[in-house]
């Protein structure tokens, strides 16, 4: 499903795709860098009223003639007298689940993975979930319940699953009057599932995007969020082999992409479980999105 592609540079985002690889329901990793901007503001949550005593997630302040802006790590920077970098590391995990698949579901096939989510818990990992919303009305209950514990934050994946720019891995095509809609409907399905820990956060299905889709959404202010670890979870076997992927890639300020899909994920927590102590004892602190990008 995934694998690092960076195809897409800032002086040539106009019809460029990026790429990773992938198939099927995970289509949610591939490597494009997309335009910098400044942190802003904090726009509110789509999702919500956030309460005036509720602080606001950071979001980023629009690209050149309005595009929604892409974040992808946090620049690393040493403090005062050569101070080491603040080592922080965001794991993200998608929860893919394709508009079209509730027959798979309905037959036994699990998109869900909530012995990962468990695990996460007990490791004490915050953590944030990019989510579809087909998922999240396919697992209500552990919708809210992720998006109610305050170790975790929901984030938006499209409602659909389906391509915000062709080619991208065989995913049907969303039409660009469409796109700010399928965020719309998302963010719908998780404020009705009961989940509240919603955050402004958007990621690209297979992370393919172009110029005509980062101004399609601009309606929607969210802040588009790619990565810069690819952990080749996705369809993966060897666990071993992805926890090294990961520890090999991680820097600080990182942000990881990885899955939460048991049927296509089949490693992901195994690896998991390498990871986190590994990187804990490099001396690595886990933040959520919001945190990294806070910077």
Known sequence: MIRSAR?????????AVAGALLSGVLVGCGSPAGPRAETAPASPSPASPASPAVRKPPTMAPGPAGRVPVFERRAA??????????KVVALTFDADMTADQGPRAASGERFDNPELIALLRRLKVPST???TGRWAEEYPAQAKRIG??????????SYSHYAFSS??????????????????????????AGARNVVPYFRFPGGCYDDAA??????AKV??????????????????????QVLDGVKPGSLVVM??????????GEAVRTIVPELRKRGYRFVKVSELMEG
Not at 77 to 86: F, Y
Not at 214 to 219: D, E, W
Not at 233 to 244: G, I, K, L, N, Y
């Open 7 to 15: 195809k897409m540079t800032i002086s040539a985002l106009t019809g």
């Open 167 to 192: 080619p991208c891995y065989g995913l049907p095509e969303v039409a660009g009057a469409d796109m700010a809609g399928e965020l719309a409907r998302a963010f719908t399905a998780f404020r009705t």
């Open 214 to 219: 980062l101004r399609a959404l601009a309606p």
């Open 129 to 131: 979930v990019f989510m």
């Open 259 to 268: 899955h939460c899909t048991r049927s296509a994920a089949p490693t992901t």
């Open 148 to 157: 109610t514990d305050p170790l975790f934050e929901i984030a938006n994946h």
């Open 223 to 244: 802040t588009a969020v790619q990565w810069d670890v690819v952990s080749g979870d996705a369809f993966a076997t060897d666990a071993d082999a992805v926890a090294r």
């Open 77 to 86: 920077a040493g403090g005062p007298a050569g101070k080491a970098a603040d």
